[in-house]
Structures are given as structure tokens and as C-alpha cells.
């Protein structure tokens, strides 16, 4: 009798506490949804446990890259993104596509001919048309929405407020265009994004505004702005951050916190030459960390009118893509929560 109490009354206490298995995803159901970036070295069942009982978004961090699913014409690569997309579906979470065009990690076979020559646009289109039809009809009983175009908006001064890539060499900015048209034709259903990083710079967010306004004019079905969201523990403000999200309100329905993370440094941006180092964790920067956590969900909370979903760009510490060092997530390299998940998760 005795030995049922002593086991019943804390998990009373902490039941009233609301600790008790509740996760991120319950604790922000009145905001928005929370999500992960996963890639399958997440599939374990240790870390599958963490991700049902926190996220009830998924996106995949590489798997649905153009270059990790159609590597050259023809040859199809579906085994890493099948996996996630059947644990989502097991689950019952709805997944992010990201992404069908990028100037990274992308199918830069689309470029050339057999002969390694440059192809026309007529023949680039056709092909990235039939890429994003297979892959979106594909996934559309799981994907909910797309990040079409990811990153096609310069950061820097310049002529074009476009990036000089190889896309926008060939085609200019009709690419952002067509892509979008051709995921509206195959799901129309699905909620297309446009993507992007430095999102809060002021410069950058009314150029990005700009071009979704342009792209709309000329009949690009864009539904909703992505904020990749890759800040660090002094940036951005959050007077900033609620003006950019007050912005793409204006020219877009739907608003969603893509890629979240924190780096312990200066650094911050979608750039993929990362400095892995970041600085020492000293107790300051550790609460300067959660600070700024705190300070983050605060803002997004009081903007869930116009939030959706906000996106960590990885589970924990130790599979991020910045480095454990960088210290950027909730959960650190041992897959523990940090004190700072603790405040983002009780926050009043
Ligand atoms: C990153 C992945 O996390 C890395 O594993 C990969 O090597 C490079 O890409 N912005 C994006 C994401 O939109 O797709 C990038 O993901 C991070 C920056």
C-alpha cells in the first residue's frame, strides 16, 4: 500500500506540474506547431520516442534535397526520405517538403546534355518539371507543403536583387516562376513556400517581399514565406524579427519558422561553410542562450496568429549541422534537454 503512494504521489505532483510526458508540441498547441529536421540517423527507436512525445512536424534535413533524390537523370533515390516519410505516416505527422529547387545540393545534371554541354531553358524546364511532379505527387499524402524555392535572393549589395547562380544564369528569375507552377499542377493542394535565410535583415526581407509580390503579379501561385531562422545568441533583435514577420504577412497567407536554430557565436545565416568552433560555454553564454530561446518563443508566441509551425533545423546538439560545439539546439549532444528546453517549454 505504502509503496503505491510512494510512487503514485510524485507522479501526481508532476502531472499537476505539467511535466509529466508533455512535450514541446503540447505545451505550444494554442501558438503554432513545433517541428525537427531529421535525417535517418534519427531512425533509432531511443530517438524516435523523443521525436512523437516533442514535434508534430517533420522535415527532412537533406533526403528531399534534388540532388539526394535524382542524382543523375533518371536514377531515383527515395530510400533515406521513404524511411522518414513512412515513419511520419506510421505517426501521424505531417511533413515540410524541402526542397524542389536550390542552388545547392541540387540536380546540376539538369544543366548539361549527354555531351556535358550547357542545355537550353526549354530543355532545363522540362526536366525540372518532371523532377518536382514525380517527387511531389510522390510524398503528397504526407507533405503538406513545399519549400519550392529555396535562397534565390542575394544578401549583398548588387546590380539584381537575385543570387547569381547557375539557375539564374540560365533561366533569370523565371525559374522561381515555373517552379512554383509546377508544383501547383502537381498537388494543388499542398501550400508552396518560398525559403530563405538573413530573413530578418531589413534589406533583405523587402527584397524577398518584392519578388513574392512580383512572382504573384505574374501568376506564381506563393502561398507562404519560410524564415529559415538560423540566429545565434546576440541576433536578431526581436523588435526586428516582429517587423519581418509583420512584412511577409502583408504579401503572403501563411508564415512559417523553417529552420531554427541558436548558434554560441556571432555567426548566424544559411551560409554552408560554417565555422564549427563556436565559444566556450561559459555560464554567461549559457544564459544568454536561454535568453534569447526565451526571448525568441516569446516573440513567435505573440505573433501565432500569423506563425504555423516553428522548425528546429535538427533534433539535438549532436547531429546539427553547425557542429555540437555551436551549441545551437534544445536538446545537447547527449540528447539531453537543456535547461534552456526547459524554459522554452514552461514559458509564461
Ligand atoms: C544543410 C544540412 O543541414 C546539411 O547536412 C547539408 O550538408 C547542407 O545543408 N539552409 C537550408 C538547409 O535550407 O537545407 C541547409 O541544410 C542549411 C541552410
Same mark, same amino acid.
Given at each position: 500500500?505504502m509503496?503505491?503512494?510512494l510512487?503514485? %504521489? ?17 505545451a505550444?498547441k ?22 512523437t512525445?516533442?514535434?508534430n ?25 521513404d ?10 505527422? &505531417? ?15 539538369m ?9 537550353? &531553358? ?14 511531389v505527387?510522390?510524398?503528397k ?8 524555392v ?8 548588387g546590380?539584381?536583387p537575385?543570387r ?17 507552377k509546377f ?30 509580390l ?7 501561385? !506563393?502561398d ?5 531562422g538560423h ?5 536578431p ?7 519581418? !514577420?509583420?512584412k511577409?504577412a502583408r504579401?503572403?497567407d501563411?508564415?512559417?519558422?523553417t529552420e %531554427?536554430?541558436?548558434?554560441a ?5 544559411g ?19 536561454e535568453?534569447?530561446?526565451?526571448n525568441?518563443?516569446r ?5 501565432s496568429? &500569423?506563425?504555423?509551425?516553428?522548425t ?17 539546439? %534544445? ?6 534537454p537543456k535547461?534552456?528546453?526547459? &524554459? ?5
Open positions: 500500500m509503496r503505491k503512494y510512487v503514485a %504521489l510524485p507522479m501526481a505532483l508532476l502531472m499537476v506540474s505539467g511535466a509529466w510526458a508533455q512535450g514541446l508540441k503540447d505550444y494554442d501558438y503554432f506547431r513545433m517541428g525537427v529536421a531529421l535525417s535517418g540517423r534519427n531512425m533509432t527507436p531511443e530517438q524516435e520516442d523523443i521525436i512525445r516533442e514535434f512536424s517533420v522535415t527532412c534535413e537533406n533526403a528531399m534535397k534534388p540532388g539526394s533524390l535524382q542524382p543523375a537523370e533518371g536514377r531515383w533515390n527515395w530510400r533515406e526520405a524511411r522518414i516519410a513512412n515513419f511520419c505516416r506510421e505517426h501521424g505527422i &505531417k511533413m515540410r517538403g524541402h526542397c524542389l529547387v536550390w542552388h545547392n545540393q541540387f540536380a546540376d545534371w544543366f548539361y546534355d549527354a555531351q556535358g554541354k550547357p542545355v537550353d &531553358k526549354k530543355l532545363f524546364y522540362k526536366r525540372l518539371k518532371k523532377h518536382i511532379r514525380t517527387v505527387k510522390r510524398y499524402d504526407v507533405v503538406y507543403c513545399w519549400d519550392v529555396n535562397e534565390a535572393i542575394a544578401d549583398g549589395p546590380d539584381t537575385f547569381k547562380s547557375k539557375l539564374y544564369e540560365l533561366c533569370a528569375d523565371e525559374f522561381i516562376l515555373k517552379a512554383f508544383a501547383r499542377q502537381a498537388d494543388p493542394k499542398a501550400l508552396l513556400f518560398y525559403n530563405d535565410y538573413n530573413e530578418v535583415n531589413p534589406h533583405k526581407c523587402e527584397r524577398i517581399c518584392q519578388m513574392i512580383d512572382m504573384k503579379k505574374r501568376g506564381a501561385p !506563393i507562404g514565406m519560410g524564415m529559415q540566429y545565434n545568441i546576440h541576433y533583435a526581436m523588435n526586428e524579427l516582429s517587423e519581418a !514577420i509583420e511577409y504579401v503572403v501563411h508564415i512559417q519558422i %531554427l536554430d541558436v548558434r557565436n556571432m555567426q548566424h545565416g551560409d554552408l561553410n560554417v565555422d564549427k568552433k563556436g565559444e566556450a560555454i561559459t555560464p554567461e553564454v549559457k544564459s544568454k542562450f535568453q534569447q530561446y526565451v525568441l518563443f516573440t513567435l508566441r505573440q505573433h496568429d &500569423k506563425i504555423e509551425v516553428v528546429f533545423w535538427n533534433l539535438t546538439d549532436r547531429d546539427s549541422w553547425l557542429g555540437a560545439d555551436n551549441y545551437p539546439l %534544445l536538446f545537447d549532444k547527449n540528447r539531453q535547461e534552456a528546453y526547459h &524554459k522554452v517549454l514552461n514559458l509564461e
